[in-house]
């Protein structure tokens, strides 16, 4: 099964990116580590 969450997630990662904003996206890296512990199976 994959997780939604972490879909949203890096879809978030992806717009914040082009936003260009460090601390944003160092935040949306450790969710997605975080939510990488969660969903095993992605």
Same mark, same amino acid.
């Given at each position: 099964?994959? *997780?939604?969450?972490?879909?949203?997630s890096? &879809? $978030? &990662? !992806?717009? $914040?990116k082009l936003?260009?904003n =460090?601390?944003?996206?160092q &935040? =949306?890296?450790a969710r &997605?580590l !975080?939510l990488?512990?969660? *969903? =095993?199976?992605?």
């Amino acid at each position: 099964m994959v *997780c939604i969450r972490w879909i949203i997630s890096r &879809k $978030l &990662k !992806f717009s $914040l990116k082009l936003d260009k904003n =460090t601390v944003y996206i160092q &935040k =949306t890296r450790a969710r &997605k580590l !975080f939510l990488a512990y969660h *969903c =095993t199976t992605i």
